[in-house]
């Protein structure tokens, strides 16, 4: 038996939309609004999908989606564009 477990999990670059979300299995996911339109790393498992910045450290975490055509927002990135234009996010 290995001394350690393997971890079973995929990773893809993948743009963000002008939103700052990306697509993942036909679901979406948030990332911030500072990667908007940028690539960011994302790692998938069976039940977590992480967005990684540049230096592969978590921006946000999501619970995985099943289905299709659902979203997952995490609002703790936006807070900050929010309270400067509230009418940012629709």
């Given at each position: 038996?290995?001394?350690k ?37 994302v ?12 230096e ?11 289905g299709q ?5 995490k609002w703790?990135p ?10 940012a996010?629709?």
């Amino acid at each position: 038996m290995p001394a350690k477990e393997y971890e079973c999990v995929k990773y893809e670059t993948l743009k963000a939309d002008k939103y700052g979300y990306v697509k993942v299995d036909l679901n979406l996911y948030s990332t911030s609004p500072r990667y908007a339109l940028n690539k960011v790393l994302v790692k998938i498992s069976y039940n977590k999908v992480d967005v990684l910045n540049d230096e592969n450290q978590v921006i946000v975490n999501h619970s995985r989606l099943y289905g299709q055509y659902r979203k997952s927002m995490k609002w703790q990135p936006y807070l900050n564009l929010m309270a400067k234009r509230p009418t940012a996010l629709k």
